[in-house]
């Protein structure tokens, strides 16, 4: 969907090239998740990627089509493509309503087709319409202009959506609110998102895809669960710290590590230690401590499908985290 | 000099009104003009391209203000002569700066955030500049407007010294004959011209202010 080749930016001036021979693809759907440390060219190579930045080599492709061909206005470009920044830099003069509106109106929609669909627009990122469409960017929470940001980088239903640390802006809890409604929206939206941070936790949870980046290069790609076990230098090593372990049983569903019996223990039966199949591995050991017990029952729905025992977690972490205890 | 109320009275109601007409066009029109060049000019001055010449233009609109009026119809004489045009002319050059100087900030002023927002939502230059530009830095542009007119209000009495008409004809009438009345007369109206425009501009300001930057 979204594919850069041997990508490069020089800025004029600078001594190091922004952005180095980067090449990788996004595939479609997916949440591409570039980290790094500040400085690192991620911020760069995504607005590279809507011609705000232009590289002085390599090529972008979307869709098999190159992003810097002659026939491709960047105006009309960045038209179909959703953005959303840190700063969120919502018009401060127009109202919400407006501001939502801005790129259906960019695009000439019929004025009867964009009131409905900006209405749809702020139910769906949790804004009640009637309370917020008047108002100004000024009069809104630091959360809810988070909101209508995405809102209106949605409003022309874009295929791609570019989105540098959209919730950087907001407190932990806020942040970690949006990031689950973003999570459940992508879900039913199957964009190709693009999404810049520089928080690895963050890149672990929204990542169906993880780029990290360090000094204008790609380190390492690939899926959560494959760079977390398997970090390929002590760049990318301190970059996810020092509780890769904990991460990976976060990232880890019961069902994928459950041992499968029709039987209940006793031990489980009797403490009341369930869980359920889709909760992450991490819940089993939460699950343990709580109730004093060595194993949990996992459940799918109402049914019992086996148990997780503490060995089995141990014998997991090792296994993944390359240590062979 | 003495002071006599009848006069004063005389010189108030019969003999400025005629003069008063002819000031408030010696500082429109000099203002309308001034903006048409220094607002554009200015627009310009902060597009990518032009950036660089921005000290030199700017220069340029500061020698129209460091230069006395009067010294500029001097310069200009042997092309305009006396009259309105020599007056009208010094008066424009006069107004250029703060316009030019306010629409320059303004359009500095802009969030960087919102204008990387608007760039990436796909608007083109023109969009930018109609859309986000030009409505956030109204207010900046207008307080620019303002300190133009007030200036060139004060200015304008000049005008009468090369012949433009206008409340100084008035005054130097009164200087010449020692009349106190008409000095004072003179002043007043020039005064009043200055405080009614100002307040008219705010009317035309406030309806231009983006509401959330009203106070």
Same mark, same amino acid.
């Given at each position: 969907?979204?594919?850069?080749?041997?990508?490069?930016?020089?800025?004029?001036?600078?001594?190091?090239?922004?952005?180095?021979?980067?090449?990788?693809?996004?595939?479609?759907?997916? =949440?591409?998740?570039?980290?790094?440390?500040?400085?690192?060219?991620?911020?760069?190579?995504?607005?590279?990627?809507?011609?705000?930045?232009?590289?002085?080599?390599?090529?972008?492709?979307?869709?098999?089509?190159?992003?810097?061909?002659?026939?491709?206005?960047?105006?009309?470009?960045?038209?179909?493509?959703?953005?959303?920044?840190?700063?969120?830099?919502?018009?401060?003069?127009?109202?919400? *309503?407006?501001?939502?509106?801005?790129?259906?109106?960019?695009?000439?929609?019929?004025?009867?087709? =964009?009131?409905?669909?900006?209405?749809?627009?702020?139910?769906?990122?949790?804004?009640?319409?009637? *309370?917020?469409?008047?108002?100004?960017?000024?009069?809104?929470?630091?959360?809810?202009?988070?909101?209508?940001?995405?809102?209106?980088?949605?409003?022309?239903?874009?295929?791609?959506?570019?989105?540098?640390?959209?919730?950087?802006?907001?407190?932990?809890?806020?942040?970690?609110?949006?990031?689950?409604?973003?999570?459940?929206?992508?879900?039913?939206?199957?964009?190709?998102?693009?999404?810049?941070?520089?928080?690895?936790?963050?890149?672990?949870?929204?990542?169906?895809?993880?780029?990290?980046?360090?000094?204008?290069?790609?380190?390492?790609?690939?899926?959560?669960?494959?760079?977390?076990?398997?970090?390929?230098?002590?760049?990318?090593?301190?970059?996810?710290?020092?509780?890769?372990?904990?991460?990976?049983?976060?990232?880890?569903?019961?069902?994928?590590?459950?041992?499968?019996?029709? *039987?209940?223990?006793?031990?489980?039966?009797?403490?009341?230690?369930?869980?359920?199949?889709?909760?992450?591995?991490?819940?089993?050991?939460?699950?343990?401590?709580?109730?004093?017990?060595?194993?949990?029952?996992?459940?799918?729905?109402?049914?019992?499908?086996?148990?997780?025992?503490?060995?089995?977690?141990?014998?997991?972490?090792?296994?993944?985290?390359?240590?062979?205890? | 000099?003495?002071?006599?109320?009848?006069?004063?009275?005389?010189?108030?109601?019969?003999?400025?009104?005629?003069?008063?007409?002819?000031?408030?066009?010696?500082?429109?029109?000099?203002?309308?003009?001034?903006?048409?060049?220094?607002?554009?000019?200015?627009? /310009?001055?902060?597009?990518?391209?032009?950036?660089?010449?921005?000290?030199?233009?700017?220069?340029?609109?500061?020698?129209?203000?460091?230069?006395?009026?009067?010294?500029?119809?001097?310069?200009?004489?042997?092309?305009?002569?006396?009259?309105?045009?020599?007056?009208?002319?010094?008066?424009?050059?006069?107004?250029?700066?703060?316009?030019?100087?306010?629409?320059?900030?303004?359009?500095?002023?802009?969030?960087?955030?919102?204008?990387?927002?608007?760039?990436?939502?796909?608007?083109?230059?023109?969009?930018?500049?109609?859309?986000?530009? /030009?409505?956030?830095?109204?207010?900046?542009?207008?307080?620019?407007?303002?300190?133009?007119?007030?200036?060139?209000?004060?200015?304008?009495?000049?005008?009468?010294?090369?012949?433009?008409?206008?409340?100084?004809?008035?005054?130097?009438?009164?200087?010449?004959?020692?009349?106190?009345?008409?000095?004072?007369?003179?002043?007043?109206?020039?005064?009043?011209?200055?405080?009614?425009?100002?307040?008219?501009?705010?009317?035309?300001?406030?309806?231009?202010?983006?509401?959330?930057?009203?106070?």
């Amino acid at each position: 969907m979204i594919r850069l080749d041997k990508v490069d930016k020089v800025f004029p001036g600078a001594s190091a090239p922004a952005v180095d021979q980067v090449s990788f693809q996004v595939d479609e759907g997916n =949440i591409c998740v570039f980290v790094g440390p500040s400085g690192c060219g991620k911020t760069t190579i995504l607005r590279m990627i809507n011609r705000l930045v232009e590289p002085t080599g390599g090529d972008i492709y979307i869709k098999g089509q190159k992003v810097s061909d002659r026939g491709v206005n960047p105006d009309h470009l960045r038209r179909k493509i959703g953005y959303v920044i840190q700063q969120i830099g919502l018009m401060p003069h127009r109202t919400i *309503e407006q501001n939502v509106a801005l790129v259906p109106r960019l695009l000439k929609w019929p004025e009867n087709k =964009i009131m409905p669909r900006v209405k749809h627009l702020l139910e769906m990122v949790g804004l009640e319409p009637d *309370e917020v469409s008047k108002k100004y960017p000024h009069q809104l929470s630091g959360g809810m202009m988070q909101r209508v940001g995405v809102a209106r980088a949605l409003a022309a239903d874009p295929p791609i959506m570019l989105m540098d640390e959209p919730f950087g802006a907001v407190d932990p809890i806020v942040r970690g609110r949006l990031q689950d409604e973003f999570l459940r929206l992508q879900k039913e939206m199957k964009k190709t998102i693009c999404f810049v941070t520089h928080d690895i936790n963050e890149a672990i949870k929204m990542g169906d895809h993880i780029v990290i980046m360090n000094k204008g290069k790609l380190v390492q790609h690939g899926t959560p669960m494959e760079i977390l076990s398997n970090p390929i230098d002590d760049f990318v090593k301190n970059l996810i710290g020092t509780d890769r372990e904990t991460k990976l049983l976060e990232l880890t569903k019961s069902e994928e590590m459950v041992t499968q019996t029709e *039987e209940i223990p006793t031990e489980v039966s009797e403490k009341d230690c369930f869980i359920m199949a889709v909760d992450p591995v991490q819940r089993a050991l939460e699950a343990m401590m709580k109730k004093d017990a060595d194993i949990v029952g996992v459940k799918d729905g109402d049914k019992f499908i086996g148990t997780i025992s503490w060995e089995d977690i141990k014998k997991h972490i090792n296994r993944i985290s390359g240590d062979e205890a | 000099m003495e002071f006599e109320m009848e006069r004063f009275i005389t010189a108030l109601v019969d003999r400025s009104p005629p003069h008063a007409l002819e000031h408030l066009q010696l500082v429109l029109i000099p203002l309308f003009i001034a903006f048409i060049i220094a607002f554009p000019v200015a627009v /310009i001055l902060t597009r990518q391209r032009f950036i660089k010449y921005t000290d030199r233009v700017m220069a340029f609109f500061s020698m129209g203000q460091t230069i006395p009026p009067l010294a500029v119809i001097a310069i200009f004489f042997p092309f305009l002569g006396l009259g309105r045009t020599p007056a009208l002319f010094a008066l424009t050059i006069y107004a250029l700066l703060p316009i030019a100087r306010n629409t320059l900030a303004g359009l500095k002023g802009v969030p960087r955030d919102v204008k990387e927002a608007a760039r990436g939502m796909g608007m083109s230059e023109w969009e930018m500049l109609f859309r986000v530009e /030009i409505p956030l830095s109204m207010p900046v542009v207008m307080a620019g407007v303002k300190i133009s007119v007030v200036l060139t209000s004060g200015t304008a009495a000049l005008g009468a010294l090369v012949g433009g008409g206008g409340m100084g004809a008035v005054i130097f009438a009164g200087i010449d004959f020692f009349r106190a009345e008409l000095i004072i007369a003179g002043t007043l109206i020039i005064a009043a011209i200055a405080i009614i425009l100002d307040r008219l501009l705010s009317l035309i300001d406030n309806m231009l202010t983006p509401p959330h930057m009203k106070m």
